[in-house]
């Protein structure tokens, strides 16, 4: 029965072999498509994943106004996080991510201009599951001038030298002990930085910026479970417009 079933079928296939080819040649492009479809949306929903408090882990962003128009922006102001950790119970903790780059390293005879150099609070490492091959996460960049660098990046400079405890040279001014080495982070990462340093040390680079006014770093918030975000946002906001109200700057 089954036999006779396919014979008829493909005596149809055959005899109407244009409008056929055109209805299967359909039917594959349109599962092609949607396969590839859902390879992509699979992979765009993975990122970040790894963390394992990626659930509770917010980047903090804003509506700015300017001339009566609205602009949404990722950056905040470098004071906010310490008052948000101070100021809002459902922050347990909070962590900002300056792009300082820019800046000449160097290592014995190995020099170069490194632009992906990222600036951060020191629970950076206890929130984001970035992996460390050497270093301790709870204390890595306590010492404000210490360094954390990717595996890439210890190869660079040291080769198959043990970087800990060795000395990079920064701009010829500044000297940092290398406190721990990162794996390779994984492909579907947002970012993923090649040197990290510590916000202090960003202040002696003069790339911090206390005013409120200044937006130019991203903002990470590690909330409690289960908060509401709505209720989280209005407390940012406020937090950010008594002190930009301090300043005598516009509210946001």
Request: glycine share 6%.
């Amino acid at each position: 029965m089954l036999l006779n079933y396919l014979k008829i079928t493909f005596r149809y296939l055959w005899r109407h072999k244009i409008y056929s080819f055109i209805n299967i040649f359909g039917l594959a492009v349109g599962l092609s498509c949607a396969l590839l479809i859902m390879v992509w949306v699979q992979d765009e929903l993975s990122y970040d994943q790894f963390h394992s408090k990626s659930e509770n882990i917010y980047r903090i962003e804003q509506d700015q106004i300017y001339d009566g128009a609205k602009y949404h922006v990722n950056v905040t102001p470098w004071p906010c996080v310490p008052s948000w950790k101070e100021e809002i119970p459902e922050v347990i903790d909070a962590t900002r991510a300056g792009n300082v780059g820019g800046r000449s390293f160097r290592y014995g005879e190995n020099s170069f201009v490194e632009n992906n150099v990222v600036a951060v609070d020191p629970s950076f490492f206890s929130i984001f599951d970035f992996k460390l091959l050497r270093g301790d996460a709870n204390s890595i960049l306590n010492d404000p001038f210490s360094v954390v660098i990717a595996e890439k990046t210890a190869e660079k400079y040291f080769g198959e030298k043990d970087p800990i405890g060795e000395v990079l040279e920064v701009d010829a001014q500044f000297d940092l002990i290398v406190s721990g080495v990162m794996e390779k982070a994984p492909r579907n990462t947002s970012f993923a930085p090649a040197i990290v340093v510590s916000i202090e040390f960003a202040k002696d680079l003069g790339e911090y910026n206390e005013g409120w006014g200044n937006n130019s770093i991203r903002s990470y918030a590690l909330l409690t479970d289960h908060a509401d975000i709505s209720e989280v946002n209005r407390k940012l906001t406020e937090v950010v417009n008594n002190h930009r109200e301090d300043e005598s700057l516009t509210k946001y």
